[in-house]
Every structure is written in structure tokens, then in C-alpha cells.
């Protein structure tokens, strides 16, 4: 579903990613690891457009998506959880959720019952203002309005950052549940070692804005991948 070729990235005269190749299949969840400043988020965001990449290229469902900005890559399937949840803080539940109506046809105006399955704590707050929610609950908010853009990708970046291990324990059922859908890819960003180890489907550990090493469970044994992402 995703393939990344060659990926570079510079914020002004810095580069930060150098040459990223990735892939990541659908019905699978692909762990990007790697210690802090490595260079994680900022694939990330060059993948969903909030970052324009300096070079190389980004395949979505074998479609070359050149360098659309980050509004036109989401109506072509790229959903987006950032780091931060970056909901917005006084809108409410219910309008959060709705800005994902303009990634989709006005027939699909609707909150989904499979959204309120998977996260009850929001249908009980809908009219709650989204700066209101502990973070835990903006997390699900934010996976949440993500998941109703049905996307093809989905990116996830570091979501259990502050996050209590009671949701921590729901969000990666959650991830489980939308992976076994099998229509679509997720690649997850997380530094919670047995979160994303439990996971994950295949790896990408990056090291100073490069791929260090990359392979699925099978390939990769838990010592190899400890040991790559230590500091």
C-alpha cells in the first residue's frame, strides 16, 4: 500500500532524513522505532504532507502522489494521529470528529456507530469541548477523527505519549482491531518498547535520519531490535 523511496527532508539548511526507503502493507502495522531525534516524526510528516519532503518519492496504492499538500493527501488516504493529538480545543467532540467530513462525500456525513463501539468515552462527552478531555481521551479523539476519514494509511505517532496504561491497554486493541479489518496500512511511530514490539508486523529502525535496519517479526529478533534502538 505505502512505498517510500529515497525520502530527504531539510528544515532550512539542515537535513534531517537522508535516503528513507520503507514499505508498509496493508493488514499490517509497521513499527518505526528509533530513540529521540532520529528523525520518526519528521518521516511522518513528510509522508502526510504537513512537512514537504526535499526529495524522493511517496507511492500510495501504487499512485505516485508527487508533492500534494497535506489537506489533498488526506482525501486520497492518508489518515494522520500527529504526535501531540493536536485536536482542536474548543470545538467539541462532535465538531472535531465532523472536520473529518471533508475527506468524504456528503452522503457519508455521519458519525459511524463502529467509532462509539470502539471508544464509548466520547459519545458520553459529545458536547464536551475537546481541550476539556484528560489526554487520554484527546488521544482517542484524535484516532477517532483519523478513522473517519477512512483512510488507506494510517500514521500514528507515538500514541501512548502521557497516556494512562488502562488506555494505553485500549488503544492498542483498538490498532489490533483496525489492522485484522484488513483495508489498510498502519505505521506506527512509539518508543514503548512491548507496545509496539506486541504490535507490529514488520520494523524500521532509523538511526540519524536514516534506516538503520528494517525486516518483519520473523527476521528480526527482539535482542537485534532492542540493541538497535538503544542509545
Do not use: W
Not at 13 to 19: A, M, R, Y
Amino acid at each position: 500500500m505505502l512505498k517510500v523511496d529515497d525520502l530527504t527532508l531539510h528544515y532550512g539548511s539542515s537535513q534531517i532524513l537522508h535516503g528513507v526507503s520503507m514499505a508498509a502493507d496493508v493488514g499490517q502495522v509497521t513499527c518505526v522505532m528509533g530513540t529521540n531525534g532520529v528523525g520518526k516524526t519528521s518521516l511522518l510528516n513528510a509522508i502526510a504532507g504537513t512537512h514537504m519532503r526535499s526529495g524522493g518519492a511517496v507511492h500510495l496504492d501504487g499512485e505516485d502522489l508527487g508533492k500534494l499538500p497535506a489537506h489533498a493527501l488526506a482525501k486520497r488516504g492518508i489518515g494522520y494521529v500527529p504526535q501531540g493529538r493536536m485536536i482542536f480545543p474548543l470545538l467539541t467532540v462532535k465538531e472535531n470528529m465532523e472536520t473529518a467530513y471533508a475527506c468524504l462525500p456528503r452522503s457519508e456525513h455521519h458519525i459511524p456507530g463502529e467509532v462509539f463501539e470502539l471508544f464509548p468515552i466520547l459519545k458520553e462527552f459529545l458536547h464536551r469541548r475537546g481541550g476539556d478531555l484528560s489526554g487520554g481521551q484527546q488521544q482517542q479523539l484524535a484516532i477517532a477523527r483519523a478513522m473517519m476519514t477512512k483512510p488507506k494509511l494510517l500514521l500514528l505517532d507515538e500514541p501512548t505519549e502521557g497516556i494512562q496504561p488502562n488506555i494505553i491497554q485500549q488503544i492498542g486493541r483498538v490498532i489490533e482491531y483496525l489492522r485484522d479489518q484488513g483495508n489498510m496500512a498502519i505505521v506506527l511511530v512509539e518508543q514503548y518498547f512491548d507496545f509496539a514490539y506486541g504490535l507490529a508486523d514488520q520494523f524500521v529502525v532509523m538511526r540519524r535520519g536514516a534506516v538503520l535496519k528494517s525486516g518483519t517479526k520473523a527476521e528480526l529478533t527482539r535482542d537485534e531490535l532492542v540493541e538497535a534502538v538503544s542509545v
